[in-house]
Structure formats: structure tokens, C-alpha cells
């Protein structure tokens, strides 16, 4: 009987060494695992902003960070990176957020989600196949930017309405400069600030995240 289970036990072990030599010099693999390694791309973002953090009495800024990191996983679109700390090296203490998409191509987006209803802004992104490729950014010095955005057509005052909005959010905007129809449902705005086009994203994330401390930034 003892003689038995050490063969028992003998087999299984050995059926265990040859299971693992098995999976590991001929792995199973179908069509659909394998992939060539010269065609993967490392991810790199097309827009990177910081938002300074201000460091408060007590001299802690974790909760703000956090804070920060948190609120961006309702950002749309969606950020593919949030991390404590100055990439550049901007500030003593920020969070950096990085996007797959350009830069005026992520701020024409929150534009459309707050100015809008989803029942126009769905029909319209569903429409309007080119929208990603109609937000454009000119910078002719590092202290003035034009940006070229994409918007449903549906208000009569539309640029009005989008004037006294960035001008209540926004330090750097300077001006609606112009408004043209794209067709019956699009037209496209011309806006102008006095700030690098990326730090109008920058700024409008902080000011919307953290109102007092844009502004108190913004007096200094």
C-alpha cells in the first residue's frame, strides 16, 4: 500500500515537471496573441498642461493633488495620465495631465460639454465626422494665442454667450474675434487670449477645480 503511493506521488510529480516544461518552451498561442513588436508605439501624449498646486498654511498639498487627480476621471475626454508634480519644471509643486488628443482639440471638448445639452451635443458629434480636425491653435508669441473652435449653431447671441462665459472664467481671454457658419449646424469661433494656447487649458481646468486659488495666481 506505501509502495503504491509513492508510485502514485512519483507519477503526479512528474506529470507536474512535464506540464511546466511544456507551457514553458511550447507555449499555446493563437493567431490573435501574436503581434509584432516593431509596429507597437510607445504612448505619447499630444497635450501635456500642469496646474499649480498652492501650497497652503500649513504647508501640505496632498489633499489638493489628490483632489486634482480624483476630479480629472470626470474630465471628458478622459486624461491618459495624472500625476503629482512638474514635468517641466514649472512649479514647486503642480499636477500634469496628459491627453491623446491636442490640446485645442481637449478644450474645444469641455467647451461643448458645458455649453451644451446632450440632446445637441450627441446629434452633433454623431454629424459632424471632422470635428476633431477643426480645432486649431496659432501662436504668434508666447503671450497671445488664437484658437479656432467648433461648436453646435443653435444660439442666435451664440457669441455673446460664449463672450461673457470665457470672460467669467478666464483672466487670458481677450476676445470673440469672429464667428463663421461651417454649414446649417457648425460654425466655427475665433478666439483670442493673451497666453500661450496651452495654458488657456491649463487655466480653464484650475479655475473651474480650484476658483480661488486660480485667482489668487492670476493677482500676483
Not at 74 to 89: D, H, Q, T, V
Amino acid at each position: 500500500m506505501k509502495t503504491k503511493r509513492i508510485v502514485i506521488f512519483l507519477l503526479f510529480v512528474l506529470l507536474l515537471t512535464a506540464a511546466f516544461f511544456a507551457y514553458r518552451y511550447f507555449p499555446l498561442q493563437t493567431q490573435a496573441d501574436r503581434w509584432d513588436e516593431s509596429l507597437y508605439q510607445p504612448y505619447e501624449a499630444l497635450c501635456e498642461i500642469e496646474i499649480p498646486i498652492l501650497v497652503n498654511e500649513t504647508g501640505d498639498n496632498n489633499s489638493k493633488v489628490n483632489y486634482l487627480t480624483w476630479q480629472s476621471i470626470l474630465f471628458f475626454p478622459l486624461p491618459s495620465e495624472a500625476i503629482g508634480g512638474s514635468r517641466k519644471g514649472i512649479y514647486d509643486h503642480a499636477v500634469s495631465f496628459g491627453f491623446e488628443k491636442k490640446c485645442p482639440t481637449v478644450f474645444n471638448y469641455f467647451l461643448l460639454y458645458e455649453l451644451y445639452p446632450d440632446h445637441v451635443r450627441e446629434p452633433f458629434l454623431k454629424h459632424n465626422h471632422a470635428f476633431e480636425t477643426q480645432s486649431t491653435a496659432t501662436e504668434s508669441s508666447p503671450q497671445h494665442c488664437e484658437l479656432s473652435l467648433s461648436l453646435p449653431n443653435i444660439y442666435e447671441d451664440f457669441a455673446e454667450r460664449l463672450r461673457q462665459h470665457l470672460k467669467l472664467r478666464l483672466s487670458s481671454f481677450e476676445s470673440v474675434t469672429a464667428v463663421d457658419p461651417l454649414d446649417g449646424h457648425t460654425v466655427l469661433a475665433q478666439l483670442a487670449f493673451n497666453s500661450g494656447c496651452d495654458q488657456v487649458l491649463a487655466d480653464y481646468i484650475m479655475q473651474d477645480m480650484m476658483p480661488a486659488d486660480y485667482f489668487k495666481q492670476q493677482s500676483h
